[in-house]
């Protein structure tokens, strides 16, 4: 679980103070033979004035499923990759995200 708190910026309300906006998220991670996977769900627990969000309550605004694992190259090379849907159903908005991970 992580909680993040707007506490500089362009989070102003109506009058113009500063609004103090929050956001959580809960992580779910687990495994599916040899892929990792990780469910998400993200939210604003209140009104917030915040570009991108600007909510009347409680929302949601994150809902993710990301799936990881690795391609066998060679014996002794694997390339990481990752695909991940995301929808915010605040905005109704969906992505689809694909990639590869670079480890030294």
């Not at 102003?12 to 929050?22: D, I, L, M, T, W």
């Not at 033979?33 to 915040?50: E, H, I, Q, R």
């Amino acid at each position: 679980m992580a909680w993040y708190l707007m506490f500089a910026g362009a989070d102003k309300n109506e009058e113009g103070k500063q609004n103090y906006s929050s956001y959580c998220e809960l992580n779910y991670p687990f495994s599916v033979k040899s892929v990792d996977l990780n469910a998400t769900v993200g939210f604003v627990p209140y009104k917030t004035y915040t570009v991108g969000y600007g909510n009347s309550g409680f929302a949601f605004t994150n809902v993710a499923l990301k799936a990881t694992t690795a391609i066998r190259i060679t014996d002794s090379f694997s390339l990481p990759i990752f695909a991940q849907a995301i929808w915010n159903p605040c905005l109704e908005d969906a992505h689809l995200v694909f990639g590869i991970t670079l480890k030294p």
